[in-house]
């Protein structure tokens, strides 16, 4: 077995839905496992004042990006539109989302 | 109360029926939330004062100053069109007044600002009306305008 295939296998337990931590994003009638990251940011935009934001990322399988309609994800009953991939080259993407 | 924040409460006065904002502040340092946006923030830019020894006919020395007060909107939209509409509303609501100040001589447009940030979960974007507002005093007497 190679590195590439121990880590395809490790890959299967992280985006385990039933009893891991990952968890079933929707696109068209597809369901993706992923991680969804939504954490909390300050932006700088006005002059004075901060505008409260947050950094949605969901991240997936790279063998999953296929799966992905339209660019649209639907998680946690909300409609995002993925405006970027950052895949790390190791079998994962991350998306980067805007509320839709 | 000096004259700059008269003005400024002038200003406000003038602007605070400008539609589709749902938050209306003079100089918010405090975080804007989501459910603040869209909002509009006075911001205080800058002043340059320049002294007239001899003043006006039989009056003391003044300052003739130009206050730059600026006019953010915030919102989260992709809809860039609505930037547009909040500076010709602003452009509007303020130009209209433009002589009728008590407490300055003229206003007059300086410049038209837009930012856009991408980073979070949605688009941010921003448009600044900044506008130069032209007062006199008496010197060191700067809570009173002498128009």
Redesign the interface.
Known sequence: MTLRDTISDDLMTFYDTSSGFAEVATSGSNEIAGHFF?DF???D????????????LFRIRESDLTNIVNNELTIRSVNYEV?QQQPNNEGEVILK???A | MHNREKIINEIAAMINATPNVTTF?I????????AQ?PAQ?I?YRSENATYDEYGAMGQPAANYRTLQV?I?F?EKNTDYSRLDDFCEDIEQAILANSMQGTNYISIEIDSTEY?F????????Q?A?VTFNVNYRVADGVPQTAIN
């Open positions: 939504n940011e300050s932006n935009l006005s002059d004075y004042a901060e505008v409260d934001d947050s950094d949605p405006i989302l805007h509320e | 502040a100089q918010q340092t405090r975080p804007f939330s989501d946006l923030n911001i600026g953010e915030i930012e940030n991408a980073v979070g979960d949605s688009v941010l921003k600044v």
